[in-house]
């Protein structure tokens, strides 16, 4: 399934990285269908052949869901290694993001968002390309307009985004923002950050709800000389049953760094607040 591909120009030209990233809110892999069934949800993802999963609304041990680990099991069925948040504890239960892959990564942060009512978070995972660290931030916003500002702010803050590994290296921000294009969430977001799908063709592709696509509320946003190449909205029988979202795939192009380029600029551990 990986699909890294590593490019460089004998000119001079800093190599570059291709590979393949997705967003899926998988709504706890209850599809329109009312079948619970994380093997098909991992059936989507395998269609898509993506590099690093991004995963919303995944139930960890969960009486509605049989008490399975939903996201552990998509992960042997896509032999990736998975970081899990759990935005929402009940008792033993969880319910929140994950980020999946089979390339070499670590965990650098999952805390909480400001929140109202349901408790949303996000997860950061640092990807390694060969050298190069890719940074790979998923979340799940809120559904009130305030909560959603509040929650890009932080987002945007030192602690996530605004952090000086961040800012100093390419980054790819993505997951269910609950938030159309013309949402004042979206368009801050997006004055730091670019959305892969305005390049595609013929125009951007809505995800939900996955049976009648209306409304764009998942998205890829990418940084820092990432360059989206294709992206595509998954829309077919399978992914209209799966969930009540449809997944979104971007190929992007991330240029290569030396890690002790990075080192110099900061550092991971020395920028981690």
């Known amino acids: ?3 890294v591909r590593t490019n460089s120009d004998p000119s001079g030209i800093s190599p570059c990285s291709s590979l393949k990233v997705l967003t899926y809110n998988v709504h ?13 949800i991992a059936k989507v993802i395998a269609h898509c052949s993506p590099d690093i999963i991004a995963l919303q609304e995944v139930d960890v041990g969960r ?25 929402l504890h009940l008792a033993d239960e969880q319910y929140g993001d994950a980020i999946l892959t089979a390339l070499p990564s670590r965990l650098i942060r999952a805390g909480p968002l400001p929140s109202i009512g349901e408790p949303r978070g996000a997860i950061w995972v640092s990807v390694d390309l060969g050298g190069t660290e890719l940074h790979v931030i998923n979340t799940h916003l809120g559904l009130r307009r305030r909560e959603r500002m509040n929650q890009v ?16 290296s390419p ?22 950050a670019t959305d892969v799908q305005l390049d595609a063709k013929p125009r951007p592709q ?11 509320l998942d998205y890829i ?8 190449l294709e992206s595509q909205v998954w829309s077919n029988a399978l992914t209209r049953s799966a969930s009540d979202h ?7 192009s991330v240029p290569l760094r030396p890690l002790q380029e990075i080192t110099r600029e900061g550092g991971l551990e020395a920028a981690m607040p």
């Open 153 to 168: 702010v932080t987002l945007l803050g030192p602690s996530w985004l605004g952090n000086p590994v961040c800012q100093n």
């Open 221 to 228: 946003f990418v940084g820092n000389g990432i360059v989206s």
């Open 171 to 192: 980054f790819v921000l993505l997951g269910d923002f609950n938030a159309r294009p013309s949402s004042l969430a979206y368009r801050t977001i997006a004055r730091q």
């Open 28 to 40: 706890s892999c209850r599809g329109t269908d009312g079948k619970v069934d994380p093997a098909r």
């Open 63 to 87: 009486a509605r869901t049989q008490g399975i680990d939903q996201a552990r099991i998509i992960a042997s069925h896509l032999r990736m290694e998975v970081h899990f948040h759990p935005a």
């Open 246 to 252: 449809l997944p979104l795939a971007a190929k992007i």
């Open 1 to 3: 399934m990986n699909s």
């Open 206 to 216: 809505a995800t939900f709800p996955s049976r009648f696509p209306l409304l764009r």
